[in-house]
């Protein structure tokens, strides 16, 4: 794209050009500044001023247009007549920390640059630049997410049920090679091959939890009523369960039950003798917090925090590590407290404005 900026009519009109062109320069809405031939700063109009949020064009005395590396690679095409686009980024914070120029703006702000060499009639020297400024428009960035997101559970749920189905089969084939055969050794490969099929079957139910983490919009939840739908997915056996949580509700993540529902798992299954798990709630300073808490073998110091991390631990290695995930989704966070050999403690610390006393 090429052009030329000049006076378009005759000497005599040269003064009322130049009038006309001051006042559009410093009544357009659109920022505008004008550079020498070498770049160097001239002047702004008081709409660019806005946009870079500065008072005068002292302020910009030090720019030059291609300080921008965008524009230094195109100076050959712009001494040669050619109109360029580009988009540039500041970062008022950056510039303000410099001193490169007193700013009122913070953050980071997208621009859409043009710049147009003047040029005279007649002469055949770039005279200078002038630009055009405006804030980029920004994508929709939170309906493109989604739409990623969207992909992203389609391929997961197509591949999880493909592979369920492949392993449905390869089960099926195993069972029949277990029941065609005496031989010890053989039967130890199968079984070995049933524990590999139904290790990958825990994987695949683990991507489906990790993936839908974050994913639907937080919801007021009463704690107690989550416990109490909860407590018959988990073998409690003879274990007793107290809950001391009142009517107090929490704004979580709607898959704040597997939060529930991991913790009593984890004190069941690794707690030792456990014959009691209580919930209890102190709702005082800094935070409002979730306490769990069991009377089994505790867990060591040296294990407090390994055991949030994903692979960690005896069975799966993902129930503590996906509560921790669930949890942060809402900005939640959970700590172990407990005393090795009195008990396990788990303390989830909730946000003030996630949590309520009364649901309503």
Not at 133 to 159: C, F, H, M, W
Not at 218 to 242: A, F, G, H, M, Y
Not at 260 to 281: A, C, P, Q, Y
Request: aromatic share 8%.
């Amino acid at each position: 794209m090429t052009g030329t900026t000049g006076n378009p009519g005759s000497g005599k009109d040269e003064p009322e050009y130049r009038e006309w062109f001051a006042a559009l320069f410093h009544s357009s809405l659109t920022g505008m500044a004008r550079y020498d031939a070498a770049g160097h700063f001239m002047e702004a109009n008081p709409a660019l001023r806005e946009m870079l949020g500065i008072v005068s064009d002292h302020d910009m005395k030090t720019t030059n247009l291609f300080d921008d590396p965008a524009l230094s690679k195109a100076k050959s095409q712009l001494c040669n007549g050619e109109v360029i686009q580009i988009k540039t980024e500041i970062d008022f914070d950056a510039v303000k920390a410099t001193g490169e120029m007193p700013t009122t703006k913070t953050g980071r702000v997208v621009y859409a640059c043009l710049v147009i060499p003047a040029y005279k009639a007649g002469i055949p020297d770039c005279m200078g630049y002038l630009t055009e400024i405006r804030v980029a428009p920004v994508k929709d960035y939170k309906t493109e997410v989604s739409r990623l997101n969207d992909k992203l559970q389609v391929v997961g749920s197509v591949t999880r049920h493909d592979i369920q189905n492949q392993l449905t089969a390869v089960i099926g084939y195993n069972e029949l090679l277990t029941m065609m055969t005496d031989d010890p050794k053989f039967r130890g490969f199968l079984e070995k091959e049933r524990q590999a099929v139904d290790k990958i079957r825990r994987q695949l139910a683990f991507s489906k939890i990790y993936q839908n983490i974050g994913m639907e919009t937080p919801r007021w939840q009463r704690i107690r009523v989550v416990i109490n739908s909860v407590r018959e997915e988990v073998n409690l056996n003879t274990v007793k369960l107290i809950v001391e949580v009142g009517d107090a509700a929490v704004c979580a993540d709607p898959l704040f039950e597997k939060v529930i529902s991991n913790l009593l798992d984890n004190s069941v299954r690794h707690g030792g003798k456990v014959t009691e798990i209580r919930f209890l709630l102190q709702s005082g300073s800094p935070n409002p917090t979730l306490i769990v808490e069991d009377n089994g073998t505790g867990i060591p110091e040296n294990e407090k925090t390994k055991i949030f991390e994903r692979g960690y631990g005896k069975n799966t290695g993902w129930g503590l590590f996906v509560v921790r995930e669930i949890l942060s989704a809402t900005g939640m966070t959970i700590v172990e407290t407990g005393q090795p050999g009195i008990g396990a403690r788990f303390e989830i610390h909730i946000p003030v404005e996630k949590f309520r006393q009364d649901s309503a």
